[in-house]
């Protein structure tokens, strides 16, 4: 237990470190940025000018107000000192948040935490945007966690919302929040603090309180267009859907209102259960709605709503944290193909995840029986193995239902964008791609095995053949592998876990091939003579030409995972199908594909024995981790735990 904290810990100051390192180690000119547009020609804060004369700052005139006398000194330290302060309020923050879980919560649960938190924290885009661009957003989240959670004086717990509320406007909503719980004094002096602060902006900057509150409605368009994607509210949503003037005024003021209620009656269900730090959160998500602009800096309340827990089934409850994680801490492109009808969605991740903490999911009472007893996941018993120390990890038992279908498609999604980064990532020189290539050229010349010129250009003579390889290798490359994954994903679940574990690690080896051996496929091989006949001719003149698209690696050739995720389909089949003309008909697609692969210049021979290669190290490093294959037992109805007390429904 001393270990793992310790291990957390050290993972959170890493994390720390590397934010602090990206951000000191950027020019100045582009660190930053939201924090040096204060700094005007007359000295901080356009003394002799307006806060919003750049439209860069965002904050309410009470923000500017405060910061002024701190960024002059952020300013002559080059942000060290902006830089470290966000740092400390992320801790605190992680901290706060820790120590506000619903109890009762079990030590080694506590221990955990802080470290938990902090690190999701420094890996959330909310965060890291704060720390680059120079924001504020972290301070009203702090206080109102402070106000709610931590101090116990109502008057006091108060005055920290209500001057939350008067940095970003959008916790106002936080004061019905304490008044519908009971806390009826904090409420008041929430307003009291907020009205305060503002009256006092107004008469230190009257002019900047104006632009902000009249002519800019609560910094409704300052910062950026409204329509960005960069504004997760619901009217910039409604923007981006192309609804303008009146009508979209009125729409938006309509469902925000409507989120706005649904939200408090959500959190004040979960306050009076004993879960303040979700109803919290709710509310925050709520607010990140209904307000006019909603910053991706401001965004943190969707990351604190994981501490809510969904599903009756273990297998289910981490659907909802992963899911928060991902929308919080990867880029929308990662979650959702960049194709133009994913559009809405991917522009609006963020937004929906508020939408669906402050009015949709159903986060468990605490006393609902599956609150702290689900279901539990029933496992196979364990096939004897021929080697005595395998499994080398027994925990990695078989299980025998399906995994959380929302859960899979994320995990497949991410894991895919990620496959892409890294193999575009392990990228090499021209130069060495192609000596590489006459390697491999002259290696299977020795052994021979070298037909790769003689089948493209037989192929390259027959147009009917030309075309019908040619397509199959731009179209069965993904389709074979999802519709087995598919298939036994719905039919044999147990087989399912075991073959994607397998393609995984396979994968997996195949970057690492890709990064150590950058390999110039035969097509792209200027004095060999070869024909590519799926891409065309290549103009070898132009020194980019092996960068055809901006979203592939064309020297990651070796080992072939197009084969390999052929061969490993080709395997399964031929161990599950019930009958031999499937698992014969399984076979013929690694033939076709690796005919396919060759026949169209875009691999070599040997690349093909790398692909077979690393999916046989995959299906090895299955065995060795898990054991051999689960029994095929059907699995039995768990045993549902008593039904929920009336009281939780």
């Known amino acids: 237990m001393r270990l793992a904290r310790l291990g957390l810990w050290l993972i959170a100051g890493i994390l720390a470190v590397r934010q602090v390192a990206v951000v000191l180690s950027t020019p100045s000119g582009e660190r930053l940025t939201d924090l040096e547009t204060w700094v005007g020609p007359g000295g901080v804060l356009h003394v002799d000018g307006s806060l919003y004369d750049s439209s860069r700052f965002t904050g309410a005139p009470f923000a500017g107000l405060v910061l002024k006398p701190l960024t002059r000194a952020a300013e002559n330290a080059l942000g060290w000192g902006w830089v470290f302060g966000t740092l400390l309020l992320v801790a605190a923050l992680g901290l706060v948040a820790a120590r506000a879980l619903p109890q009762p919560v079990g030590r080694r649960t506590a221990l955990l935490a802080a470290p938990v938190a902090i690190s999701l924290l420094m890996l959330s885009l909310p965060v890291r945007n704060a720390l680059w661009l120079g924001q504020t957003s ?143 959160a709710v509310t925050g998500c709520a607010a990140i709605a209904a307000s006019p602009a909603s910053w991706q800096h401001q965004l943190l309340w969707v990351l604190l709503a994981v501490v809510g827990r969904v599903g009756r089934r273990v297998s289910d409850r981490c659907v909802w944290p992963v899911a928060v994680v991902l929308v919080m801490t990867l880029p929308a492109k990662m979650l959702l193909p960049n194709v133009p009808a994913m559009a809405p969605l991917r522009d609006d ?14 986060f468990l009472s605490r006393a609902s029986a599956h ?35 929302l859960l899979e498609l994320l995990l497949i999604r991410v894991t895919y964008a990620a496959y892409s980064q890294v193999r575009l990532a392990a990228s090499a020189d021209r130069a060495t791609a192609e ?20 089948l493209n250009h037989t192929v390259a003579a027959l147009p009917w053949l030309n075309r019908f390889l040619s397509f ?91 084969f390999g995720w052929a061969l490993f389909c080709g395997i399964v089949i031929a161990v599950v ?42 299906f090895a490093l299955t065995y060795l981790l898990s054991g051999p294959r689960a029994a095929r037992t ?16």
């Open 349 to 362: 991740a963020v937004l929906l995840a508020a939408l669906a903490a402050a009015t949709a999911v159903p």
């Open 435 to 454: 000596r590489h290539g006459h390697q491999i050229h002259s290696l299977e010349r020795f052994l021979h095995i070298g037909v790769e010129h003689w």
């Open 138 to 280: 972290i301070i009203p989240v702090l206080l109102v966690l402070l106000g709610c959670c931590a101090v116990r004086g109502q008057r006091a717990g108060g005055a920290l919302v209500g001057l939350a509320a008067a940095l970003q406007p959008a916790m106002l909503l936080f004061a019905p929040l304490l008044w519908l719980t009971g806390r009826r004094r904090a409420a008041a002096s929430c307003g009291a603090a907020f009205a305060a602060c503002t009256a006092l902006a107004w008469a230190a900057m009257p002019h900047d309180s104006a632009t902000y509150w009249l002519h800019h409605t609560a910094g409704t368009g300052l910062g950026g267009p409204a329509d960005g994607p960069a504004n997760q509210s619901l009217h910039g949503a409604l923007l981006r859907l192309g609804l303008t003037g009146p009508a979209e005024i009125a729409l938006f003021l309509a469902l925000g209102a409507t989120v706005a209620v649904l939200g408090l009656r959500r959190a004040v269900r979960y306050a009076r259960d004993g879960q303040l730090l979700l109803a919290v």
């Open 577 to 618: 199908a019930p009958r031999r003309w499937m698992k014969a008909a399984g076979m013929l697609h690694p033939l076709f594909t690796v005919t396919a692969i060759v026949a169209t210049a875009n691999h070599w021979v040997l690349d093909a024995v790398g692909g077979a290669t690393v999916v046989g190290a995959g």
């Open 472 to 562: 199959y290798y731009e179209t069965f490359h993904f389709i074979v592998p999802l519709t087995l994954l598919a298939v036994l994903y719905v039919r044999r679940p147990v087989d399912y876990r075991w073959a994607r574990a397998a393609l995984g690690f396979a994968t997996l080896l195949g970057l690492l091939g890709f990064w150590l051996y950058p390999l110039a496929p035969p097509r792209l091989m200027p004095d060999l003579g070869f024909i590519d006949t799926v891409h065309g001719v290549q103009d070898f003149a132009k020194p980019d030409y092996g960068a055809m698209t901006a979203v592939t690696n064309q020297y990651a050739a070796m080992p072939s995972l197009h």
């Open 634 to 649: 059907a699995p039995r109805p768990a045993r549902d735990p008593d039904p929920e007390p009336a009281a939780a429904r």
């Open 371 to 405: 609150y702290r007893r689900p279901v539990p996941t029933e496992y196979a018993a364990p096939v004897p193995a021929r080697l005595s120390r395998v499994p080398l990890v027994p925990a990695l038992r078989r299980v025998l239902t399906r995994p959380n279908l």
